[in-house]
């Protein structure tokens, strides 16, 4: 009798934990894109709030919009030491005046995600 309550006690215990892990898991940060922008490759990316969702290992940043895939690009992660205070979105000036993004920080992060980088870095 006793074995069959800690196995119950201890299943309830595992799927307490395993819960919280999945709701405190970095599932990206939200950015608000205040100009419709282009990325280094071309894409476009139409002024809007995005969730941002960084894959350091496979070196590429997702923006989606209602859960949906809007654009994919290549990234580089640069660590600068101390977390990142805010969101913030970078630019430079493009070809017809258009703004392009560069760089993106995201807050409670410490790296830098840059977007200006060659193929195959």
Do not use: W
Not at 14 to 22: E, R
Not at 98 to 113: F, M, N, P, S
């Amino acid at each position: 009798m006793l074995g069959k309550a800690a196995k119950a006690v201890l299943s309830l215990g595992v799927a307490i934990v395993f819960s919280a892990a999945l709701a405190t898991a970095d599932k990206g940060k939200m950015i608000d894109i205040y100009v419709d922008a282009v990325l280094p490759d071309g894409q476009e990316l139409k002024a809007g709030k995005y969730q941002v969702v960084v894959d350091e290992a496979g070196k590429e940043v997702q923006f989606l919009k209602d859960k949906k895939v809007v654009v994919k690009h290549r990234c580089q992660c640069v660590e600068k030491g101390e977390k990142n205070r805010y969101n913030q979105a970078r630019y430079v000036e493009g070809p017809e005046k258009k703004q392009r993004l560069t760089e993106i920080r995201l807050a409670g992060k410490t790296c830098i995600v840059q977007l200006d980088v060659p193929p195959g870095t």
